[in-house]
């Protein structure tokens, strides 16, 4: 199961860090995906964020999220984070973290979502 947390409303150049917290699971057998789903698209369209191998902390990010976006996990807490720098009102979407058992920026790799955390970044 996944629970996300740490969303809200911030203004344009600011900063958030959403938190997705891993529970049932070997943390170390998986990999996490962010994703965003941003206003009007439909449900299954999400976009790529950036990825985590749990094992290594291998990480991958989707080009344009490269510089401003930053994941990582603590094994510990069983808790992936994604940094969200430098926001800009386009970054306003429902953010997905997504556990599977490969490490692929492509939802469709993905066996379990969390709820979702609306971001929203005001002008």
């Known amino acids: 199961q996944l629970v996300e947390s740490g969303g809200g409303l911030v203004q344009a150049g600011g900063s958030l860090r959403l938190s997705c917290a891993l529970t049932g699971l070997h943390f170390e057998d998986y990999a996490i995906g962010w994703f965003r789903r941003v206003p009007g698209k439909e449900p299954e369209e999400r976009e790529g964020i950036a990825c985590i191998r749990l094992r290594d902390s291998t990480t991958y990010y989707q080009d344009l999220m490269k510089g401003r976006f930053a994941v990582s996990n603590d094994n510990a807490k069983k808790t992936v984070y994604l940094q969200m720098n430098a926001l800009k009102t386009e970054d306003t979407a429902v953010y997905y973290c997504?556990?599977?058992?490969?490490?692929?920026?492509?939802?469709?790799?993905?066996?379990?979502w969390g709820q979702g955390t609306q971001v929203t970044v005001a002008s």
């Open positions: 997504a556990v599977g058992s490969e490490y692929s920026n492509n939802p469709t790799a993905y066996d379990d």
